[in-house]
């Protein structure tokens, strides 16, 4: 017994034995990307072989993030809906897998398909119901807009909303009533010229999320502007709050997504968009001057 486990340990350890088992390491490995990859080689005569690149940036963070591997695939952990695996009892993509899928994490959407040409398949609201995230004109994923609450400039400062005092942000394009209460959050500041103390007309508005005086990643643009990274946000007692929920807190606002590419306008429902080969989207969040030029606010102004 003890000779017979000398001889396998001795087995082992031998070169040509060793090089054999790295060889068929390889070559499963080979057959794994292969099928990952490419499945489209396995399909007699794909109709539609399309890629589309998807990027999600939120500006607020300043942090670009992609959908993640295995949407749609066998190996996936992504593939919540099945509504179009088949059609007329054909199934639509590559052997195994969706008609929308995802390799890799690089941003890239394989859309594939053995028929032609189902194009209410192919929207990016199908693959991200496929990814298990919502998506319509006014969400993505946890990301949904909210108009926020209502700030004016408290001319002479009593607390009190007069009509004729300065609205800087009309939470949904509504003026508050006149007497209407105020209140301050000293991480409401602007941004103006160099040793302002008052706010002025088109200064910018951002909400101070850390209170250091800085616009800087974790701050939200409360008014329609994209000042520089780095400006100095000022405190003007004067800048107040409706507190619509009587939270004690103010609630900013929350931008509406828009999708954006370099080949095609801007769009404020990227559920609808049918997707095209070589397109390379972008839906960003937290950036107001994109949503106001696409006029993607459910209503005008912000």
Same mark, same amino acid.
């Given at each position: 017994m003890?000779?017979?486990?000398?001889?396998?340990?001795?087995?082992?350890?031998?070169?040509?034995?060793?090089?054999?088992?790295?060889?068929?390491?390889?070559?499963?490995?080979?057959?794994?990307?292969?099928?990952?990859?490419?499945?489209?080689?396995?399909?007699?005569?794909?109709?539609?072989?399309?890629?589309?690149?998807?990027?999600?940036?939120?500006?607020?963070?300043?942090?670009?993030?992609?959908?993640?591997?295995?949407?749609?695939?066998?190996?996936?952990?992504?593939?919540?809906?099945?509504?179009?695996?088949?059609?007329?009892?054909?199934w639509?993509?590559?052997?195994?897998?969706?008609?929308?899928?995802?390799?890799?994490?690089?941003?890239?959407?394989?859309?594939?398909?053995a028929?032609?040409?189902?194009?209410y398949?192919?929207?990016?609201?199908?693959?991200?119901?496929?990814?298990?995230?919502?998506?319509?004109k006014?969400?993505?994923?946890?990301?949904?807009y *909210?108009? =926020?609450?209502? @700030?004016? &400039? #408290? /001319? +002479?400062?009593?607390? %009190?909303?007069?009509? !004729?005092?300065?609205?800087?942000?009309?939470?949904?394009?509504?003026?508050?009533?006149?007497?209407?209460?105020?209140?301050?959050?000293?991480?409401?500041?602007?941004?103006?010229?160099?040793?302002?103390?008052?706010? *002025?007309? =088109?200064?910018? @508005?951002? &909400? #101070? /999320? +850390?209170?250091?005086? %800085?616009?800087?990643? !974790?701050?939200?643009?409360?008014?329609?502007?994209?000042?520089?990274?780095?400006?100095?946000?000022?405190?003007?007692?004067?800048?107040?709050?409706?507190?619509?929920?009587?939270?004690?807190?103010?609630?900013?606002?929350?931008?509406?997504?828009?999708?954006?590419?370099?080949?095609?306008?801007?769009?404020?429902?990227?559920?609808?968009?049918?997707?095209?080969?070589?397109?390379?989207?972008?839906?960003?969040?937290?950036?107001?001057?994109?949503?106001?030029?696409?006029?993607?606010?459910?209503?005008?102004?912000?």
């Amino acid at each position: 017994m003890g000779k017979a486990l000398k001889k396998q340990s001795r087995g082992l350890r031998d070169p040509r034995i060793q090089w054999s088992i790295a060889l068929i390491v390889i070559m499963i490995t080979g057959v794994f990307l292969y099928i990952s990859y490419l499945p489209d080689l396995q399909v007699g005569g794909l109709k539609i072989d399309w890629r589309v690149k998807l990027h999600i940036v939120d500006y607020r963070y300043n942090i670009n993030s992609t959908p993640p591997s295995g949407i749609g695939a066998p190996w996936g952990q992504y593939w919540f809906n099945h509504t179009y695996d088949r059609l007329n009892g054909v199934w639509v993509g590559p052997p195994d897998y969706a008609p929308i899928n995802t390799r890799d994490d690089t941003g890239t959407i394989y859309v594939q398909s053995a028929v032609c040409c189902p194009a209410y398949v192919f929207t990016l609201s199908y693959f991200f119901s496929e990814w298990g995230q919502t998506l319509t004109k006014t969400c993505v994923g946890n990301y949904c807009y *909210s108009p =926020g609450e209502t @700030i004016t &400039y #408290d /001319t +002479n400062d009593d607390n %009190i909303f007069q009509t !004729g005092e300065p609205v800087i942000h009309a939470a949904g394009n509504i003026a508050p009533a006149s007497n209407t209460v105020l209140k301050t959050d000293p991480h409401l500041r602007f941004i103006g010229p160099i040793n302002s103390v008052s706010w *002025s007309s =088109g200064d910018p @508005i951002v &909400y #101070d /999320t +850390n209170n250091n005086g %800085i616009y800087d990643a !974790g701050d939200v643009l409360v008014s329609v502007s994209e000042p520089p990274r780095g400006s100095t946000l000022t405190f003007d007692p004067k800048i107040k709050y409706v507190d619509s929920n009587s939270d004690g807190t103010y609630n900013f606002p929350v931008t509406p997504p828009v999708l954006v590419s370099t080949k095609d306008t801007s769009r404020c429902d990227p559920s609808v968009l049918g997707l095209s080969d070589k397109y390379d989207w972008t839906i960003w969040e937290w950036r107001p001057t994109l949503a106001a030029a696409a006029n993607c606010f459910p209503t005008s102004g912000v």
